[in-house]
């Protein structure tokens, strides 16, 4: 395995991971309150990223004779990764943190948008990374 194989396969992984988290995060019910995303949003962000990393496995997998191994597949469920990709930052630039005389702590570490923001950004330079490559030929 050569290291451009290698970091289109980590690439898929950390999207596919902050599908996830940003899933499991938005679900609690505190994230809906601190947040001012319709449920729209939230479900486009999910439902696009399962869609693209999917469709990216499959396109990765599949044979170039199959219709799922066709550059069609490719650029399809890349659209839908940078459509997960633009609907998370979307959702960042709508959190709110708690403000007011009620609001409370902070609570425990990595809880806050740091870490929303942090996997934003990877899954940006993920899909980046697997654009190039992409585009470069070399998948």
């Given at each position: 395995?050569?290291?451009?194989?290698?970091?289109?396969?980590?690439?898929?992984?950390?999207?596919?991971?902050?599908?996830?988290?940003?899933?499991?995060?938005?679900?609690?019910?505190?994230?809906?309150?601190?947040?001012?995303?319709?449920?729209?949003?939230?479900?486009?962000?999910?439902?696009?990223?399962?869609?693209?990393?999917l469709a990216w496995i499959?396109?990765?997998?599949?044979?170039?004779?199959?219709?799922?191994?066709?550059?069609l597949a490719g650029v399809?469920a890349l659209f839908f990764?940078?459509?997960?990709?633009?609907?998370?930052?979307?959702?960042?630039?709508?959190?709110?943190?708690?403000?007011?005389?009620?609001?409370?702590?902070?609570?425990?570490?990595?809880?806050?948008?740091?870490?929303?923001?942090?996997?934003?950004?990877?899954?940006?330079?993920?899909?980046?990374?697997?654009?190039?490559?992409?585009?470069?030929?070399?998948?």
């Open positions: 395995m050569n290291t451009d194989t290698l970091l289109v396969a980590v690439a898929t992984g950390v999207l596919a991971l902050v599908v996830v988290a940003t899933y499991l995060r938005l679900r609690r019910p505190h994230a809906t309150r601190r947040s001012l995303v319709s449920p729209f949003v939230r479900r486009l962000h999910t439902g696009a990223g399962v869609i693209g990393v499959a396109f990765l997998a599949a044979p170039p004779s199959s219709p799922l191994g066709t550059s399809i990764c940078w459509l997960m990709v633009i609907a998370g930052f979307y959702l960042l630039g709508r959190w709110r943190e708690s403000r007011g005389r009620h609001a409370g702590e902070l609570g425990p570490r990595g809880t806050g948008p740091v870490l929303s923001a942090l996997g934003q950004v990877i899954a940006l330079a993920a899909v980046l990374w697997l654009t190039w490559a992409y585009l470069n030929s070399m998948v």
